[in-house]
């Protein structure tokens, strides 16, 4: 049963909101296709109203700015409180509205929940210093909210990265703008009711549905926002890291593609290593910004890990994201099916090995095969490229050494991962690989606690952890002079 559509207004200023040109756009369900809501579509008339709700909320009398920083923990104790108890609606709506398996949702939901916890600890210890300066002076730094934080969201993850954003901006003290991707708007709606039935004040969070073009331009370039965060493409974060020089020097957090490499050692544990490498590129459809999409098997196993791979992806059970049986869900839209099949044919024509899935599933809806290729080479265009989908490269390799400088060959530089049981080339593999994650005998570990983020292309700054709320913040510098006698 398809869960109730509760929201498809923007969210503004705490009310629901009809867009200023009355226009809607549809969205789907990655399932079978189907139209299953329309949503107010905003562009440059709301986002200049929800930004002068945000920075109306972020004035220095207002009843956010005025609120005790315990008191700001407090509320978001609450949003997490009512998140917990909404979860299985929202779990089902993300289901609905993106593709993702219940499974991997419930998993979302839950760490998105313990994000909030920890975010909410943070809120009343954002602290400055005192400064020994020369001289009859005292001196301090106070770190203070930035202001108004226009966060653009995508559609692979829309619940975690609606919490994950808003929620460190919140915590910061900030008010905020909040774009979803025009594919799955309907839980970051959900969400925002939340924020008022918790008992946050007017325009400290806002929500504008729309398109890049309209709503998403329009914000990155708006002169009252102070920051943007965008998580998507490495070329459309190009253009937002432009733009912001262009209007008023905005803040930037960017957290774009990659191309990750996860290299098995001859010594792995090939019982652990295999599924944790199918999963680290099938999972989610492979819709994931680190998904293991270059996987280096060193020439001593190469063989045997091929033929173990391909019948792991052979028994994956594709059908129905909404079947808890289910392991395999469709991608997000038919333009992403056309493109991840179009990497395909690539990798069939520049001489990559097909050994199993490659086609489309069914008629209705957007699904693809778990799809393994070996003999991949460096150049090839799926060794390069970032494809989101259920596309599993392998590559072989000797030496460490050769792995380390063929893994870092790429202008993305997100995550990484080795299997091994000798310390010394895991130690040496997390030191060299240029990645902001690497992972050890393991693969996706993500805790609100570790700070994630990329090198090079994949982007600049971190979210979760301490850290992640300083970009939110400015620092003033405070220095008086003292009489010299009492």
């Known amino acids: 049963m398809a869960p109730e559509i ?29 139209v299953i809501a329309h949503v107010a579509e905003g ?32 509320l978001l104790n609450k949003f997490a409180d009512l998140v917990e108890r909404d979860a299985q609606y929202l779990v089902e709506l993300e289901s609905y509205n993106n593709g993702m398996l219940l499974n991997l949702a419930v998993h979302f939901i ?4 313990r994000s909030i916890r920890y975010y909410a600890s943070l809120a009343d210890k954002i602290q400055g210093d005192t400064i020994p300066a020369d001289g009859d002076l005292f001196s301090y730094t106070l770190k203070q909210p930035i202001g108004v934080c226009g966060l653009i969201l995508p559609w692979n993850g829309p619940i975690a990265m609606f919490i994950n954003k808003v929620i460190t901006a919140l915590t910061a003290g900030c008010t905020v703008v909040v774009k979803p991707a025009e594919q799955t708007p309907l839980t970051a709606l959900a969400l925002a ?25 329009s914000l990155t370039h708006h002169p009252d926002v102070a920051k943007i965060s965008f998580t ?25 593609g ?23 590129v099938f999972g989610h459809q492979g819709q994931i910004c680190i998904a293991a999409s270059r ?45 991840v099949l179009g990497y395909i044919e690539k990798g069939k024509r520049e001489g990559a090995k097909l050994l199993t899935g490659g086609k489309r599933v069914g008629t209705k809806g957007f699904y693809i095969e778990p799809t393994v290729f070996a003999g991949v080479t460096d150049e090839m265009t799926i060794a390069k490229e970032e494809i989101f989908g259920p596309v599993q490269s392998i ?24 299997f091994t049981k000798d310390i010394n080339n895991a130690l040496q593999f997390a030191k060299h690989a240029e990645a902001g994650n690497v992972w050890v005998n393991t693969y996706f570990v993500f805790q609100p606690q570790l700070p994630f983020g990329g090198f090079k292309e994949s982007g600049l700054g971190r979210e979760n952890g301490i850290a992640c709320v300083e970009p939110y913040l400015e620092v003033k510098t405070v220095a008086i002079t003292l009489p010299k006698k009492f």
């Open 6 to 34: 509760k929201y498809t207004k923007l969210f503004i200023n705490n009310e629901w909101v009809d867009a200023k040109s009355g226009k809607t756009f549809a969205t789907y369900t990655p399932h079978d296709g189907s």
């Open 43 to 74: 562009d440059k008339a709301d986002i200049d109203l929800a930004v002068s709700a945000a920075k109306a909320a972020f004035h220095r009398n207002s009843e956010w700015r005025l609120l005790d920083a315990s008191a700001r923990g407090r």
């Open 110 to 113: 839950q760490n998105s929940s």
């Open 193 to 217: 009711a939340l924020f008022k039935e918790a008992g946050f004040p007017p325009g400290v969070v806002n929500v504008v549905n729309g398109f890049g073009p309209g709503a998403g331009t």
């Open 232 to 256: 998507g493409s490495a070329e459309v974060g190009k253009l937002i890291q432009q733009a912001a020089g262009k209007v008023n020097l905005k803040r930037v957090t960017l957290e774009l």
């Open 258 to 280: 990659g191309k990750s490499p996860l290299v098995i050692m001859n010594d792995a544990d090939l019982n652990v290593a295999v599924p944790c490498a199918a999963n680290g």
């Open 295 to 339: 996987l280096f098997v060193q020439s001593g196993i190469y063989d045997e890990f091929v033929k173990r791979a391909v019948e792991f992806a052979k028994n994956i059970k594709i059908g129905n994201p909404t079947e808890p049986t289910t392991q395999h869900g469709p991608q997000v839209d038919g333009e992403m099916m056309e493109k």
């Open 395 to 418: 590559l072989k390799f000797d030496t460490l050494e050769e792995v380390l400088d063929r893994a870092n060959n790429t202008n993305y530089g997100l995550a990484a991962g080795i």
